[in-house]
């Protein structure tokens, strides 16, 4: 299973980003290969659409859960088209939430 956590940085240790769609990172761990990516978000900087842009990366790379505070309507409809499951969380580091998020994995 993918797990994609949005992130301010690169590394576990960095913050939870507040947003789904404006985060500078995701990191997305595989649990079957016990591997980490970090994937730089493209839509960060853009002037708009960055949501449903990053949402699509996030469908692209075969995630199966995101780690998120929060995700706008348009890229909602995107993610949950592709049956990406939500667990909503805020603050801390993203290593803290990929352990809430692999608490919740299904046996």
Request: proline share 5%; aromatic share 8%; charged share 20%.
């Amino acid at each position: 299973m993918k797990i994609a956590v949005v992130s301010t940085g690169p590394y576990w240790s960095s913050d939870l980003a507040d947003v789904f769609g404006r985060c500078s990172y995701f990191l997305i761990f595989d649990t079957e290969a016990d591997t980490t990516e970090a994937l730089e978000n493209p839509g960060v900087k853009a002037s708009g659409g960055s949501g449903v842009e990053a949402a699509q990366l996030i469908v692209n790379q075969g995630v199966e859960v995101l780690v998120t505070p929060k995700v706008g309507p348009k890229a909602h409809k995107v993610l949950e088209a592709a049956g990406i499951r939500f667990i909503f969380q805020k603050g801390g580091t993203t290593g803290a939430a990929l352990g809430e998020a692999r608490r919740e994995e299904p046996a």
